[in-house]
C-alpha cells in the first residue's frame, strides 16, 4: 500500500509517503516566521500551512517518483492540536482522498509520537513505557499493545519544551529554545545551581509532572543578577536548568517501571533531540536491562513518517475515517 500522510498541527507543514516497511519521500518545512515571536503564532501558522502544504506535499510525491493516482490511501493528522492549523491538513486531505477514490485516516498526533522509533526497523515491541517530551505535550504511556495505551502521568503546567523555550526566552536566546538552550549548556557547569524539582500537590496523579516552578526559579534566578554577572552565568544556569529537568524525566520513569513489567523505554518529542537527555536515560536502562530507543531527530521533532507508520497499524487492521472527519484540537491518547 502507497500511503501520503500529511502532519499540519502545529507549525510545521509536513508530508511523507510509505510503501510497506519503506519511507520513500520525508519532507517538513519549518515556519521560520515564529522565531520573530518568540512562539507560534496560531494564526500565523495556518496561513503558513495554507501557503505551503501543496508545494509540500507535491515535492514529496516528486521525491517518492509517485503521481498522486499511484497513491492507496491518505493519513492526516486530526488532533491534538492547533484548530486552524489542523483544518488546512484535515480538509486537504479530505478532497485529495474523495477525488482520488482513495481511504482516508485520521491519525491521533500523540499516536504518531508513539510509532515515532518504530519508523525504521529495529523500533521497541510492546509493552513498554513511552515518554513523549515535546513542545505542547509531557506524556508518560504504558504501551500494552499497538493501539492500547495507559497514560501514567502528565504535565500538570508546561510542557518539557514549552520549560525550555521558556527558559531561552529568560536568558535572552533564540526560539525555539531547546537547541539553543543545549548548546549553551554544553559549556556550562550543571552543577552550579542547585534548581527545586516540583513538589507536587496530590491530584492522583502519581507520576505527574510539572515545570512551571523549576521555570520560574530560573528567572528569579536570573533576575536578581546584575547584566553582566547574568552573562557570565548564562551556560551555568543554562545547564542547571537541564540536568533538574532531565533528572525529573528519569526519576519519573524509574518509578514507573516499577510498576509496569517492560523490556523497553522509548523517547520521543522534539526534547528527545537533546543528547543530554539520551545520555541520562543510558546507564539508567543499561542498570535495569532495558532496552532504550529514540527517534533519530528528524523523527523526534513534528513529522509525517511518524503519522504514517501509526496510520499502517490502523488501516492494516480495518480503521478507515469517513469524508466528514472533523479536527479534534483536544483529542486525547487513552
Ligand atoms: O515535537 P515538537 O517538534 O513539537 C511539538 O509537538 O510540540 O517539539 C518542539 C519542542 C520545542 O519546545 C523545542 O524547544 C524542543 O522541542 N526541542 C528541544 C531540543 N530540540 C527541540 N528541547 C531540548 N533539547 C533539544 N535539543
Ligand atoms: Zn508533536
Known amino acids: 500500500m502507497r500511503l501520503l500522510a500529511i502532519e499540519t498541527s502545529c507549525d510545521e507543514t509536513a508530508a511523507a509517503v510509505m510503501h510497506g516497511p519503506q519511507l520513500l519521500a520525508n519532507t517538513?518545512?519549518?515556519?521560520?516566521i515564529h522565531q520573530l515571536?518568540?512562539?507560534?503564532?496560531?494564526?500565523?501558522?495556518?496561513?503558513?500551512?495554507?501557503?505551503?502544504?501543496?508545494?509540500?506535499?507535491?515535492?514529496?510525491?516528486?521525491?517518492?517518483?509517485?503521481?498522486?493516482a499511484d497513491l492507496d490511501a491518505i493519513a492526516v493528522t486530526y488532533g491534538p492540536g492547533l484548530i486552524g492549523s489542523l483544518l488546512v491538513g484535515v480538509s486537504f486531505a479530505k478532497a485529495l482522498?474523495?477525488?482520488?477514490?482513495?481511504?482516508?485516516?485520521?491519525?491521533?498526533?500523540?499516536?504518531?509520537?508513539?510509532?515515532s522509533t518504530n519508523i525504521k526497523p529495529a523500533g521497541p515491541e510492546p509493552p513498554f513505557l513511552s515518554l513523549i517530551v515535546s513542545g505542547g505535550h509531557t506524556i508518560l504511556t504504558y504501551v500494552r499493545d499497538w493501539g492500547q495505551y495507559?497514560?501514567?502521568?502528565?504535565t500538570q503546567d508546561d510542557a518539557a519544551g514549552e520549560a525550555f523555550d521558556k527558559v531561552a526566552k529568560i536568558l535572552g536566546l533564540g526560539y525555539p529554545g531547546g537547541p539553543v538552550v543545549e548548546k549553551l549548556a554544553a559549556s556550562g557547569n550543571p552543577a552550579a545551581i542547585q534548581f527545586p524539582q516540583a513538589r507536587l500537590k496530590n491530584t492522583g496523579a502519581r507520576l505527574a509532572f510539572s515545570f512551571s516552578g523549576l521555570k520560574t526559579a530560573v528567572l528569579y534566578y536570573a533576575r536578581k543578577l546584575p547584566a553582566a554577572e547574568l552573562e557570565?552565568?548564562?551556560?551555568?544556569?543554562?545547564?542547571?536548568?537541564?540536568?533538574?529537568?532531565?533528572?525529573?524525566?528519569?526519576e519519573r520513569v524509574a518509578l514507573a517501571q516499577t510498576q509496569f513489567p517492560v523490556r523497553a523505554v522509548a523517547l520521543a518529542g522534539g526534547v528527545a533531540c537533546?543528547?543530554?537527555?539520551?545520555?541520562?536515560?543510558?546507564?539508567?536502562?543499561?542498570?535495569r536491562d532495558l532496552q532504550l530507543h529514540f527517534p533519530e531527530p528528524i523523527f523526534c521533532t513534528d513529522n509525517a513518517a511518524?503519522?504514517?507508520?501509526?496510520?499502517?497499524?490502523?488501516?492494516?487492521?480495518?480503521?478507515?475515517?469517513?469524508?466528514?472527519?472533523?479536527?479534534?484540537?483536544?483529542?486525547?491518547?487513552a
Open 150 to 154: 495507559e497514560i501514567l502521568g502528565q
Open 28 to 32: 517538513i518545512a519549518t515556519q521560520e
Open 97 to 115: 482522498a474523495l477525488q482520488l477514490g482513495v481511504p482516508l485516516l485520521g491519525v491521533n498526533h500523540m499516536e504518531g509520537h508513539l510509532f
Open 37 to 68: 515571536y518568540g512562539g507560534v503564532v496560531p494564526e500565523l501558522a495556518s496561513r503558513a500551512h495554507v501557503q505551503r502544504l501543496v508545494p509540500v506535499v507535491q515535492h514529496t510525491l516528486a521525491q517518492a517518483r509517485l503521481a498522486p
Open 306 to 333: 511518524m503519522i504514517a507508520r501509526a496510520a499502517q497499524f490502523h488501516l492494516a487492521n480495518g480503521k478507515r475515517s469517513l469524508l466528514t472527519l472533523a479536527p479534534d484540537p483536544g483529542l486525547a491518547l
Open 274 to 287: 537533546n543528547k543530554t537527555l539520551r545520555q541520562a536515560f543510558a546507564p539508567f536502562c543499561a542498570g
Open 232 to 250: 557570565k552565568q548564562k551556560a551555568d544556569i543554562a545547564a542547571s536548568f537541564q540536568l533538574a529537568l532531565i533528572n525529573a524525566l528519569v
